[in-house]
């Protein structure tokens, strides 16, 4: 067990007090806890490539530490309607999308190598923002306008992402079928 290793688990398990605090309407202290994990997340990626403790669990783990919190985020956070519902729809669509394609071709046993793609990381960047931003209205306000924009542009990057991944499973299922066959059973 490595230290980003540990961080991660640390960052799977604010997710529940999180969302406690959220369903609680206590939005100073989830944004304390979303900005814990989100300096977690920062600090295992930092400790696993200086301290060269990256791990292939870490591979499978840190992203799936990501998709729950983000998720659990949007999801609660549109239910208090403080998200709009098709931004929602978007984020958790993605991962979902992404959740399916990686657990098909592990089941189908086609070598995968998890890695986020620039366009990944920036789509989880704006969608951390977008959190950020969302849980600390009560104590800055945000202009409307940088609110909407800041959904618009998430919500872009977040279906381009989508889709992305999306035609890359599509082109390693391919790569994996042996010539001449078309991949039906």
């Given amino acids: 067990m490595t230290i980003p290793n540990i961080l991660t688990l640390l960052r799977m398990l604010l997710t529940p007090l ?3 605090l959220l369903l609680n309407e206590k939005l100073t202290a989830a944004l304390a806890v979303f900005f814990l994990a989100g300096i977690t997340d920062g600090l295992d990626g930092f400790i696993a490539r200086v301290f060269h403790q990256k791990s292939r669990l870490g591979a499978y783990l ?3 530490a990501d998709k729950i919190l983000l998720v659990s985020s949007f999801i609660l956070l ?3 309607n403080l998200l709009p519902t098709s931004l929602v729809i978007a984020a958790v669509s993605r991962d ?3 959740l399916t394609g990686v657990m098909t071709l592990t089941f189908f046993q086609v070598p995968l190598e998890i890695r ?3 366009l ?3 789509t989880t ?3 951390i923002v977008t959190v950020l931003v969302t849980l600390s209205h009560p104590l800055a306000s945000w202009a409307s306008w940088f609110r909407r924009s800041l959904y618009i542009i998430t919500g872009l990057l977040t279906v381009a992402s989508g889709l992305h991944y999306t035609l890359l499973g599509f082109r390693i299922w391919e790569r994996s079928r042996p010539v001449g066959t078309d991949g039906s059973s």
């Fill in 120 to 122: 990944s990381k920036l």
């Fill in 18 to 20: 999180l969302v406690w």
């Fill in 116 to 118: 986020p793609s620039l």
């Fill in 78 to 80: 549109g239910h208090m």
């Fill in 125 to 127: 960047l704006a969608q």
């Fill in 96 to 98: 979902v999308l992404i």
């Fill in 62 to 64: 840190d992203p799936l």
